[in-house]
C-alpha cells in the first residue's frame, strides 16, 4: 500500500486470486473521507502459459475497500490483482 498525499490520497497494491473465485474485495491500508474516488484494475499471470482473458468490474466501494467482479470464475491460482485507488 502506498499513500501518496493527505490532499489526494492513493492507495495500490496487488492481491493473489484464488482459483474458483468470482469476485474479490480489496481492503485498503487506511480510508478515503467518501467513495468519491477512482480505481484502476489490471490482471497479471506470468506462470501459466495460456492465460485466460477477464473482463472486470467495480461494483461496490466504501471508504477502506472495493469489490471486482470478473466475467468468469479465475481458473489458476496464479492470477494477481494489480490495483491502484485515487481520490477525486
Same mark, same amino acid.
Given at each position: 500500500?502506498?499513500?501518496?498525499?493527505?490532499?489526494?490520497?492513493?492507495?495500490?497494491?496487488?492481491?493473489? &486470486?484464488? /482459483?474458483? !473465485?468470482?469476485?474479490? =474485495? #480489496?481492503?485498503?491500508?487506511?480510508?478515503?473521507?467518501? %467513495?468519491? +474516488?477512482?480505481?484502476?484494475?489490471?490482471?497479471?499471470?506470468?506462470?501459466? &502459459?495460456? /492465460?485466460? !482473458?477477464?473482463?472486470? =468490474? #467495480?461494483?461496490?466501494?466504501?471508504?477502506?475497500?472495493? %469489490?471486482? +467482479?470478473?466475467?468468469?470464475?479465475?481458473?489458476?491460482?496464479?492470477?494477481? &490483482?494489480?490495483?491502484?485507488?485515487?481520490?477525486?
Amino acid at each position: 500500500m502506498i499513500v501518496l498525499n493527505r490532499i489526494n490520497p492513493r492507495f495500490s497494491g496487488q492481491q493473489a &486470486l484464488d /482459483s474458483g !473465485i468470482s469476485n474479490q =474485495v #480489496v481492503t485498503f491500508g487506511g480510508s478515503f473521507p467518501d %467513495t468519491n +474516488y477512482s480505481v484502476i484494475t489490471g490482471l497479471t499471470n506470468e506462470l501459466d &502459459l495460456e /492465460s485466460s !482473458i477477464y473482463l472486470m =468490474v #467495480v461494483r461496490v466501494k466504501t471508504k477502506d475497500s472495493f %469489490t471486482v +467482479y470478473f466475467s468468469d470464475c479465475m481458473d489458476s491460482d496464479n492470477y494477481i &490483482l494489480e490495483w491502484s485507488a485515487t481520490a477525486l
